[in-house]
């Protein structure tokens, strides 16, 4: 089994809910309102620093999750959103 997490910046959270979808994920979930920092500077929701993001974790398998990093990896984003993506070992799961 593997977790996959993601973080992205723009303005339709669900483009990734339905990229999920669309590879057979049984189910994830959003969290809304990120703040952090990156390449591209500060994302932290206020005036001085606009921006958050939405981010995403799911448990699958294996296959899958390789599946999920291709379509992730392919997705077109319009200019100035921002997608990453991680692949975790998960030992257990219930």
Do not use: C
Request: aromatic share 6%.
């Amino acid at each position: 089994m593997k977790m996959v997490v993601i973080t992205y910046s723009g303005g339709d959270p669900a483009r990734v809910s339905t990229l999920l979808d669309e590879a057979g994920v049984p189910g994830h979930t959003r969290f809304a309102g990120g703040h952090g920092h990156g390449l591209t500077g500060p994302r932290e929701g206020n005036r001085a620093w606009p921006g958050e993001v939405a981010m995403f974790y799911t448990v699958i398998k294996d296959h899958l999750a390789a599946d999920v990093m291709q379509r992730l990896e392919r997705a077109p984003l319009p200019p100035g959103e921002r997608l990453h993506a991680a692949v975790l070992p998960v030992e257990a799961f219930i």
